[in-house]
């Protein structure tokens, strides 16, 4: 069956300009994650959703990031502004339900800010 | 927030047992403790799960002592193809508590 999708799977962006990231979890799915990594690093948790709530956005590393979900399915990921530092590869994942399930991960979306 | 400690790296010999502690001292009631695996420009990907004693499935074993504060996951007669990063990850205690860490790089050599 169809495994998590995200979506672009390459973004460049100049310095200062918005950016939304997609994510496409496998259908029945309740749960979502979004992750970001860095180059040579681990994976840093960003948010978590449980349907179309996230019931703690502190993962979020400024407000200049923010995340959706809607009718229980897709989620965008959206940063504002963009930083060099900001530069990553995003992975989203989804699991069953809960936090306990085992979570599929999708390809990452590789995002340079120049 | 139960943050964990894996060794940076590890290299072994094809055929050979392999051995990767994680140590997870603040772990709460309620975590379970994952391990990942990450092959280069790819998502992690599960490879077990467990709550306590010992979880085996086809791919490797899971030992967690009693106390729970920490893990170690055993791959038997590692491959080339077992190369790859391996993320312990414990949670949640709450949902934002899921810590991946910067993992264990296995290189298993010819």
């Known amino acids: 069956g169809a495994g998590v999708s995200q979506s672009p799977s390459n973004k460049v962006t100049e310095k200062g300009k918005d950016v939304e990231l997609r994510c496409d979890p496998i259908?029945?799915?309740?749960?979502l994650y979004w992750y970001r990594q860095s180059l040579g690093q681990g994976l840093e948790f960003l948010i978590y959703?449980?349907?179309?709530?996230?019931?703690?956005k502190s993962g979020l590393p400024s407000d200049r990031f923010s995340a959706e979900r809607t009718g229980g399915s897709v989620s965008t990921l959206t940063i504002q502004r963009t930083q060099q530092e900001d530069s990553a590869v995003y992975l989203c994942a989804s699991s069953l339900g809960g936090t306990h399930g085992e979570q599929y991960f999708g390809p990452g979306t590789r995002l340079t800010v120049t | 927030l139960a943050k964990t400690t894996q060794p940076i790296s590890m290299d072994s010999y094809e055929g050979q047992e392999v051995n990767i502690t994680c140590s997870h001292n603040?772990?709460?009631?309620?975590?379970?403790i994952t391990w990942y695996q990450q092959f280069p420009s790819q998502g992690p990907r599960f490879i077990i799960q467990g709550y306590k004693t010992k979880v085996t499935n086809e791919v490797a074993s899971l030992f967690i002592p009693a106390d729970r504060k920490s893990s170690t996951l055993s791959l038997p007669r590692v491959s080339l193809s077992d190369t790859a990063v391996y993320y312990c990850l414990v949670g949640p205690s709450g949902a934002n508590n899921l810590f991946f860490g910067t993992g264990t790089r296995l290189t298993v050599i010819p």
């Open positions: 603040n772990i709460a009631t309620n975590d379970y």
């Open positions: 959703f449980q349907g179309n709530s996230a019931p703690d």
């Open positions: 259908s029945g799915h309740t749960a």
